[in-house]
């Protein structure tokens, strides 16, 4: 076959994979209630062998190099390859049933098969690594105030709180909960407890001002650049648009001006 039909039976053979990983998807999910269910585990094999055997026909239509070069089919052909050892484990007796658990593990990988399926997804990867860019230095900005905070807020409350803020790991968390709006209540209760009126007050201010700097406005600000950056593209084809549309306007108003001045030459 020419690289043309090639791509044509790959485009069709792609909708009954991924017909095949629904029908996986609901197996596994079936798998984790009745786990003794013989049926289930030889569907799943029956998938594995499957995706194997969809592995080796690409290569074969696309030769091994070409296939290993498409960044989806190296995705495909890793999580093809992680989930080869849950052959063993159904085929095989094994004494240890801790192993069972990695197995059924790399089995599940096999979920993110479907990614390549949505739609637009290319440009949804571009738009979002573009996102990460232009907010990296945000996220790391936040964190390094986020430390500070917890460092800040182990000195003050990790006696009357050691739950929460006994130490800087334990405060960390416990600030993300925070700036994240869990359990913003609780953890305040919990740190006034046993305080005087003006201590609870205090306090609670305090964690107030946590609350809106890193809740609201920290929160809030990395998401308007992270999603400004992902629809950016959107924008500038927008205005890319909007130029092309000028520009012919232009084009008619100088004939227009040209056919209305003609006569009169």
Not at 11 to 24: E, G, L, P, S
Not at 72 to 94: C, H, I, Y
Request: glycine share 6%.
């Amino acid at each position: 076959m020419n690289d043309k039909t090639t791509q044509k039976f790959l485009d069709r053979f792609d909708r009954v994979v991924m017909a095949v990983i629904i029908v996986n998807s609901v197996v596994l999910f079936l798998g984790f209630y009745y786990p003794q269910a013989r049926w289930l585990r030889v569907v799943d094999l029956l998938c594995c062998v499957f995706f194997l055997g969809e592995m080796l026909l690409k290569m074969r239509l696309l030769g091994f190099r070409g296939y290993w070069r498409n960044g989806w089919n190296r995705l495909d052909g890793t999580l093809v390859l992680l989930s080869v050892p849950s052959l063993f484990a159904t085929l095989l007796p094994m004494a240890d049933l801790s192993y069972l658990l990695i197995f059924r593990l790399l089995r599940v990988f096999r979920f993110f098969r479907v990614v390549h399926f949505f739609p637009d997804v290319e440009h949804i990867g571009r738009n979002f690594i573009k996102g990460l860019r232009a907010s990296a230095s945000l996220f790391v900005g936040y964190f390094i105030v986020v430390c500070i905070f917890a460092l800040l807020t182990t000195s003050l409350f990790g006696p009357s709180a050691p739950q929460y803020f006994g130490t800087p790991v334990e405060s960390l968390y416990s600030i993300f909960r925070l700036f994240t709006v869990e359990g913003w209540y609780e953890i305040p209760d919990a740190v006034t407890a046993g305080y005087s009126d003006l201590g609870v007050l205090l306090t609670r201010l305090y964690f107030i001002f946590l609350l809106i700097l890193g809740g609201v406005i920290g929160l809030s600000l990395i998401n308007s650049v992270f999603v400004d950056a992902m629809v950016s593209d959107n924008n500038d084809d927008v205005k890319e648009q909007l130029e092309r549309l000028e520009k012919k306007i232009d084009r008619l108003l100088e004939e227009k001006e040209k056919a209305e001045n003609s006569p009169n030459q």
